[in-house]
């Protein structure tokens, strides 16, 4: 068997007016939680698509498991919730929980026992009333969520593909998800999902891809990332904000590259030649009172708006990158 | 074969056959049927000879007894109901041509006062001629009265002269009992089946039902998947299974549902005319007429008609249905993966409902000839052959040869039908936005 859940080669889908994704290549380590972050219309949607043999590339290969992912029965190893969350509105809840399993390949008598658990589990099934036994247009949209999360992984699948996870949930669910996510890497599970969110990606993500108009910007480990663009990030806190020179010297663009300003937190990537210590230096000399001055590994969110740049978004794209 | 496509056949056809609609449309549908064969019966015993007919007058200028028979003729007649010794039975009034128009007179108005006398029939030297009568009375506008009253008095004129000839009076007699009644038989290059309406019966029967199914699980194909796509709920299932597994799955399961429905309306139409026509008979004829309601009965086309279904008719009905059902439902499939609305949905299927009701226009020339060149240029067309070559089964005789070949062109049309919709659906399923240009279709066909 493979390492690698994934093994994306050279992968292109074009599109009628645009390109979705070019040539593009990337390795998700079996049991490893991995992030595919990317602004919308990035091509996050379309690549997790075409894992899924839903939609073909235009050429390159995609490998499940080490297998090519439209070999016979591959995909019954994989559950997918997709960004766009729907299920057959006038069914019963466990009727069609029961026809998603079935189509993954599980026996109805061992989906009707997982069914059940499931449902007690996500408090489902409680004294007043059996929700498996409504119909779907009867749910709340935080059950139907909960009921759509059960389909995902009710055939117990080794790699769990999430679209967009968090889009419209409420904090008290969001943290249910980051718990089942972190419960399915202790099952030595490997869990891939996209999001723009890149604060979601950084607690809990081991490996990350970011990709930009279709194509890779960066991937690799969340820690190796970070090291790499790291040393050249300076958070500083000022006890009276910038008062007399200091907007000057933090504007000044052989020093400062980019600057993230919050009133008295500011978080700075140095300008390419500059050098740390200069900047203390000028900062003391215009008599800013310093509280914080650390030479830090870049947030992924300043990695990616410094990668990506808020040209990132293509225009005239829609949410289904 | 992909043990998926029996999955999403499993689903749809179970959650369709549980829905409140089947149930009702399975049940209703033969009730109306059956209805729709009783009631002309129930209506041809009611509206059969009134018990006026009757309480006539006969004024007889004719000086030939004709007057004597009529009412003689008018007592043997059981479905008039008269008894001996019932005081409105026929009176005959024997007088000359020159009282006639003065007694007639008189009898009318006697018709206009009095309700127990029904009309007044004169015989003059044209009616012995076998020319003319004249019936002036109250039940002058019903027609089975009437058609009665003509074939009495006409058998009676012959009768009458037939005597006069010197023909034996027993053997006039006789011929006036005898009630002779037309058999048909359709006769093939085959040889002699069934009878010429029951063959006319099953194919209107065959033709309707075919067309209504298509028509009716076509749009529930549509809908369905119009309901997976704008409920997304498509997307997770297409992650697991192929779009043209779900597509065949999804054409499969309806056309069972289909198949269901037509057996349960076949099974609830043969109960309802062979248990409850007899009891509405029977019900009828405790009111009177019973002959007139046992004759209707024969002469309904129901009894004929399911005798005339023949196993070979229904296999061949069963093959164009499996094969015409199948090329519409993937061409409605693909109309539905195309669009995001019901409004949009029923544009897209225009082009479909065009070769359906384009068909069905057609259904009345071929049932008129069933011979004609339309007639067997329809049933070659693969979209037009499911419904008019089983119809035309019924009606005339083809050539197995025929049978077999319009088979095979259906099949290969059918074949292109789930390519074509294969491509479309694939593409379809996961394009939002707004509905696309033929020019796009195209594009999709050939890409996909």
Known sequence: MSDLAIDIRHVVKRFEEHVAVRDLSLEVPRGSVYGLLGPNGAGKTTTIRMILDVIAPDSGTISIFGVPHDSPGILNKVGYLPEERGLYKKMQVRRVLLFLAELKGVGVRDASKRIDEWLERFSLNTPEKNWGDAKVDELSRGMQQKVQFIATLLHDPDLVILDEPFSGLDPINAQALKDAVVELKRRGKTVIFSTHVMDNAEKMCDSVCIIARGVKVLDGAVAAVRQQHGGRNVALSLANGALNGVGAILRDPSLVNKLDENNRFFEIELAPDADPQSLLRRLIDVGASIERFELVQPSLHQIFIQRVGASGVETGMSGHG | ?448
């Open chain 2, 1 to 448: 074969m992909d043990n998926k496509i029996w999955v999403v056949a499993k689903r749809e056809y179970l959650e369709r056959v549980r829905s409140r609609w089947f149930i009702a449309m399975t049940l209703l549908v033969p009730a109306l049927m059956a209805g729709a064969f009783l009631f002309p019966i129930w209506m041809a015993a009611r509206g059969s000879v009134s018990n006026q007919l009757g309480h006539i007058r006969i004024l007889d200028a004719t000086g030939t007894g004709l007057g004597e028979r009529i009412a003689k003729a008018m007592y043997a007649d059981s479905t008039l109901g008269i008894t001996a010794g019932d005081s409105l039975a026929p009176r005959v009034e024997v007088v000359t041509p020159t009282q006639l128009p003065a007694k007639e007179q008189a009898a009318i108005a006697e018709v206009q006062l009095r309700d127990h006398i029904a009309g007044v029939l004169s015989l003059t030297d044209s009616s012995i001629a076998g020319q003319s009568a004249r019936y002036a009375g109250r039940n002058a506008s019903n027609i089975s009265d009437m058609d009665k009253l003509r074939t009495i008095v006409r058998q009676s004129a012959m009768m009458v002269r037939l005597e006069h000839e010197g023909v034996r009076p027993e053997i006039v007699n006789d011929l006036a009992r005898s009630n002779m009644r037309l058999n048909t038989d359709r006769v093939t290059e085959t040889g002699k089946s069934g009878s010429g309406t029951a063959g006319l019966f099953v194919g209107i029967i065959v033709g309707v039902l075919l067309f209504m199914s298509i028509i009716f699980h076509g749009q529930n194909i549509l809908r369905g998947v119009l309901e997976e796509k704008a409920t997304r709920v498509a997307e997770v299932v297409l992650s697991s299974v192929k779009p043209e597994s779900l597509l065949a799955g999804k054409v499969l399961g309806v056309g069972a549902v289909g198949l269901t429905q037509q057996a349960a309306w076949l099974g609830i139409a043969t109960y309802l005319t062979n248990f409850l026509a007899p009891i509405v008979m029977k019900n009828i004829a405790a009111k009177g007429g019973a002959a007139a309601a046992a004759n209707a009965a024969a002469a309904s086309p129901i009894a004929g008609a399911l005798g005339g279904i023949s196993l070979t008719v229904i296999g061949i009905a069963l093959a164009y249905f499996l094969v015409g059902f199948v090329f519409y439902a993937c061409l409605y499939a693909a109309a539905g993966s195309m669009v995001n609305s019901e409004q949009e949905a029923q544009q897209a299927a225009t082009p479909v409902m065009f070769l359906l009701i384009s068909t069905w226009l057609m259904v009345n020339p071929v049932l008129v000839n069933p011979t004609s060149r339309l007639a067997v240029v329809l049933s070659w067309l693969p979209w037009s052959s499911p419904i008019i070559m089983p119809m035309r089964i019924g009606l005339t005789s083809v050539s197995p040869l025929e049978v077999a070949g319009s088979l095979v062109v259906a099949i290969i049309g059918c074949v292109a039908a789930v390519w074509l919709s294969a491509r479309i659906y694939r593409v379809g399923m996961l394009m939002y936005g707004k509905k696309p240009t033929f020019a796009e279709v195209a594009k999709w066909i050939r890409y996909a």
